[in-house]
């Protein structure tokens, strides 16, 4: 199965900062990366796909981009309903596979 | 308002089965292919099977093949979940999901709330 490694698993930021997250995949999986937000007790929402398209309704802070293996999520001028745990998953190859997630929590 | 709401989880004992449902409302659910995704708690989501729109070709996760079953019928805009021979590990709370559009490499852009299956004897 392809891996998704995500970094860090954890970061601390204030409202206002810039926070950049990291998904690595195992193999080349082109630009077929997705980005969720998940709060406490709720589904994840999708927030980009396809590497850098964002989904309608998100805020254009959130910003994707990479290719191949080697994937970056930026959050710019975070804000305090972005505090939360974020998922890449790939979509070129079943099964499906999502990163272990990463945790942004304010400082 | 596009809605998925699921439905049929609960505690169950190791070998035994359960069936999840799903119910679609919003938009035309025979025009999506859906899936189910499980997450465990504390864990990251893990894609588990998906079924196309309309000619019922399904997808499984290896972990899964042989004990769970995906359909749909699209004449009820439901999607349902047949789970058997269940173990601890399946425990997780189980997400129905729609593929944003009609391609394989498509994301999950709606979800479900999500229903908790419990599996402890």
């Known amino acids: 199965d392809m891996q998704m490694t995500q970094s860090p698993s954890s970061l601390s930021a204030s409202v206002g900062d810039r926070v950049t997250i990291t998904c690595r995949a195992s193999?080349?999986?082109?630009?077929?990366l997705n980005w969720y937000q998940q709060k406490p007790g709720k589904a994840p929402k999708l927030l980009i796909y396809a590497m850098s398209t964002l989904q309608s309704g998100v805020p254009s802070r959130f910003r994707g981009s990479g290719s191949g293996t080697d994937f970056t999520l930026t959050i710019s001028d975070l804000q305090p309903e972005d505090f939360a745990v974020y998922y890449c998953?790939?979509?070129?190859?079943?099964?499906?596979?999502f990163g272990q997630g990463t945790k942004v929590e304010i400082k | 308002e596009v809605q998925l709401l699921e439905s049929g989880g609960g505690l169950v004992q190791p070998g035994g089965s359960l069936r999840l449902s799903c119910a679609a409302s919003?938009?035309?659910?025979?025009?999506?292919?859906m899936s189910w995704v499980r997450q465990a708690p504390g864990k990251e989501p893990e894609w588990v099977s998906a079924i196309s729109a309309s000619d019922g070709r399904t997808y499984y996760i290896d972990s899964v093949k042989g004990r769970f079953t995906i359909s749909r019928d699209n004449s009820k805009n439901t999607l349902y979940l047949q789970m058997g021979s269940l173990r601890a590990d399946d425990t997780a709370v189980y997400y129905c999901?729609?593929?944003?559009?009609?391609?394989?490499?498509?994301?999950?852009?709606?979800w479900g709330q999500g229903t908790l299956v419990t599996v402890s004897s």
């Open positions: 999901a729609r593929f944003i559009g009609g391609t394989s490499y498509d994301p999950f852009d709606i």
């Open positions: 998953q790939q979509s070129y190859i079943l099964p499906k596979t």
């Open positions: 919003g938009f035309t659910f025979s025009n999506y292919a």
């Open positions: 193999q080349n999986i082109d630009i077929y």
